[in-house]
T-cell receptor
Framework: EADIYQTPRYLVIGTGKKITLECSQT?????MYWYQQDPGMELHLIHY???????EKGDLSSESTVSRIRTEHFPLTLESARPSHTSQYLC?????????????FGAGTRLSVL | SQQGEEDPQALSIQEGENATMNCSYK?????LQWYRQNSGRGLVHLIL?????REKHSGRLRVTLDTSKKSSSLLITASRAADTASYFC???????????FGKGTKLTVNP
């Protein structure tokens, strides 16, 4: 099991609410990622962080924002949730060593916006 | 797009049989990885094969890589019901540590 944790595991919330999905890792990895994945579908990168105070958008446009104030913590925030945000959100981290770029994933947060 | 494509999209077999999944990709790579995802969970790294390797084994897993055909295969031997999951191949983007994941093969192993 990887030392990367996501909370909450499940979240059901009404439209217009502000939410923050938490992601923490204890491996000291410098790189962290947020993916969005609909059931049975592929992963889409929505945010990426090289390190503290360094973030960039991913391939899939997302209304969410992220911050990286500490190495171990990479929260994702939605200011105003909508039903279109319903999905599974996966957080991952990696440390590039010897040309390897193995990613370690959290268990995910399944978000439902009513 | 550099995205890998797995084939088949879904595979259903009986316990004890072997399962083979294929992945094709579009650009030159220095390695290729396979991940597993149990339903509703995150992905777990299974195995990495470098571009200068043709075959790699890990327990009941056997991965091959053919860089001339830009394809890889994952073989699970003597499958078990617990192997039921989705399997994804992933390749690095050019000049980046980011990975591009394929659409996955959903494997069902019937007891």
């Amino acid at each position: 099991e990887a030392d990367i944790y996501q909370t909450p595991r499940y979240l059901v919330i009404g439209t217009g609410k502000k939410i923050t999905l938490e992601c923490s890792q204890t491996m000291g990895h410098d790189k962290m990622y947020w993916y969005q994945q609909d059931p049975g579908m592929e992963l889409h990168l929505i945010h990426y962080s090289y390190g503290v105070n360094s973030t960039e958008k991913g391939d899939l446009s997302s209304e969410s924002t992220v911050s990286r104030i500490r190495t171990e913590h990479f929260p994702l925030t939605l200011e105003s949730a909508r039903p279109s945000h319903t999905s599974q959100y996966l957080c991952a981290s990696s440390e590039t060593l010897a040309a390897k770029n193995i990613q370690y994933f959290g268990a995910g947060t399944r978000l439902s916006v009513l | 797009s550099q995205q890998g494509e797995e084939d088949p999209q879904a595979l259903s077999i009986q316990e004890g049989e072997n399962a083979t999944m294929n992945c094709s990709y579009k650009t030159s790579i220095n390695n290729l990885q396979w991940y597993r995802q149990n339903s509703g969970r995150g992905l777990v790294h299974l195995i990495l094969i470098r571009s200068n390797e043709r075959e790699k084994h890990s327990g009941r897993l056997r991965v091959t890589l053919d860089t001339s055909k830009k394809s890889s295969s994952l073989l699970i031997t003597a499958s078990r019901a617990a192997d039921t999951a989705s399997y994804f191949c992933a390749t690095p983007r050019s000049g980046s540590e980011k990975l591009v994941f394929g659409k996955g093969t959903k494997l069902t192993v019937n007891p």
